[in-house]
């Protein structure tokens, strides 16, 4: 059965761990190691238990922590092959890592694990579709500057899809960041805003979608009010009765096994 904890989602750390029976893949690695196994606690989880990483790209919000995974030989490090020599593993770390290239898929004990190119300001970025062992599909993208066709595909006709929902356009531009990297995030390799991730839904949300996840909010640029206002609206304009949650960047949830949500206190 699967389990989805996301453990944190913004510009100060990504992870995601997903849970089916024995197998534990973590989707990047951007907290420490001590506070990734702080917030996995919560769930009865451990990096020790942890059997593959997959990597999106090398900025530090989503690899911070592979430094202090310290000694794993039975660890996989997925990513495609930009992507691995800018990863720094710790010194003592025996893990090994596996170049992957996007549109062909791998296991992950019964996960079939495909990456899709997006884009983003990294060497060879990418996210990650999941087929499960009960047929469903999982989703996931977040650091996307444009809905690229790649991405677009790998998400369509998803039951689960987790995506980047970043910023409010009016805080972007009447906020405190500095003009270059307001161009940045609204480039086409920076980060998708809440009404370009509107207006994709109808491209990506079908009759199958079961939960839609945003991630990557901006605690300076966005609202999780505001995010959650423009994604309902396009969803209750597609009919979809779709769930919704908004991941946290400091509360780690859960999602599935019926449990509802756990959160960290
Ligand atoms: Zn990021
Ligand atoms: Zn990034």
Same mark, same amino acid.
Not at 35 to 50: K, P, Q, S, T
Not at 162 to 172: A, K, T, V, W
Not at 184 to 208: C, V, W
Not at 220 to 235: C, G, I, M, Y
């Given at each position: 059965?699967?389990?989805? !904890?996301?453990?944190?989602?913004?510009?100060?750390?990504?992870?995601?761990?997903?849970?089916?029976?024995?197998?534990?893949?973590?989707?990047?690695?951007?907290?420490?190691?001590?506070?990734?196994?702080?917030?996995?606690?919560?769930? %009865?989880?451990?990096?020790?238990?942890?059997?593959?990483?997959?990597?999106?790209?090398?900025?530090?919000?989503?690899? %911070?922590?592979?430094?202090?995974?310290?000694?794993?030989?039975?660890?996989?490090?997925?990513?495609?092959?930009?992507?691995?020599?800018?990863?720094?593993?710790?010194?003592?770390?025996?893990?090994?890592?596996?170049? !992957?290239?996007? *549109?062909?898929?791998?296991?992950? *004990?019964?996960?079939?694990?495909?990456?899709?190119?997006?884009?983003?300001?990294?060497?060879?970025?990418?996210?990650?579709?999941?087929?499960?062992?009960?047929?469903?599909?999982?989703?996931?993208?977040?650091?996307? *500057?444009?809905?690229?066709?790649?991405?677009?595909?790998?998400?369509?006709?998803?039951?689960?899809?987790?995506?980047?929902?970043?910023?409010?356009?009016?805080?972007?531009?009447?906020?405190?960041?500095?003009? !270059?990297?307001?161009?940045?995030?609204?480039?086409?390799? %920076?980060?998708?805003?809440?009404?370009?991730?509107?207006?994709?839904?109808?491209? !990506?949300?079908?009759?199958?979608?079961?939960?839609?996840?945003?991630?990557?909010?901006?605690?300076?640029?966005?609202?999780?009010?505001?995010?959650?206002?423009?994604?309902?609206?396009?969803?209750?304009?597609?009919?979809?009765?779709?769930?919704?949650?908004?991941?946290?960047?400091?509360?780690?949830?859960?999602?599935?096994?019926?449990?509802?949500?756990?959160?960290?206190?």
């Amino acid at each position: 059965m699967l389990e989805l !904890i996301f453990l944190g989602s913004g510009s100060r750390g990504n992870a995601t761990l997903i849970r089916w029976d024995q197998t534990r893949l973590l989707i990047d690695c951007g907290f420490t190691a001590r506070e990734l196994n702080r917030r996995l606690a919560a769930f %009865g989880e451990h990096l020790d238990r942890v059997q593959a990483i997959c990597i999106t790209h090398e900025h530090s919000d989503h690899v %911070g922590g592979l430094r202090g995974l310290g000694q794993r030989e039975d660890l996989q490090i997925f990513g495609t092959s930009g992507t691995l020599p800018a990863l720094r593993l710790g010194k003592r770390s025996e893990a090994e890592k596996v170049p !992957i290239q996007p *549109g062909r898929s791998f296991r992950v *004990g019964p996960l079939e694990v495909m990456a899709f190119s997006t884009s983003h300001d990294a060497i060879d970025p990418v996210g990650y579709r999941i087929t499960l062992p009960d047929g469903r599909h999982l989703g996931l993208a977040t650091d996307l *500057g444009i809905p690229n066709d790649e991405a677009v595909e790998a998400l369509s006709g998803c039951e689960l899809i987790g995506i980047e929902s970043n910023h409010d356009p009016d805080m972007l531009e009447h906020g405190p960041y500095p003009w !270059i990297l307001k161009r940045r995030i609204r480039s086409n390799k %920076g980060h998708l805003s809440n009404p370009t991730t509107a207006a994709l839904l109808p491209r !990506i949300a079908g009759d199958r979608l079961e939960q839609l996840f945003a991630m990557h909010l901006s605690e300076t640029n966005n609202k999780p009010e505001l995010a959650r206002q423009a994604l309902q609206k396009s969803l209750d304009r597609l009919g979809l009765k779709t769930g919704l949650r908004i991941i946290d960047q400091h509360q780690a949830s859960s999602y599935g096994r019926g449990s509802g949500q756990m959160k960290l206190l």
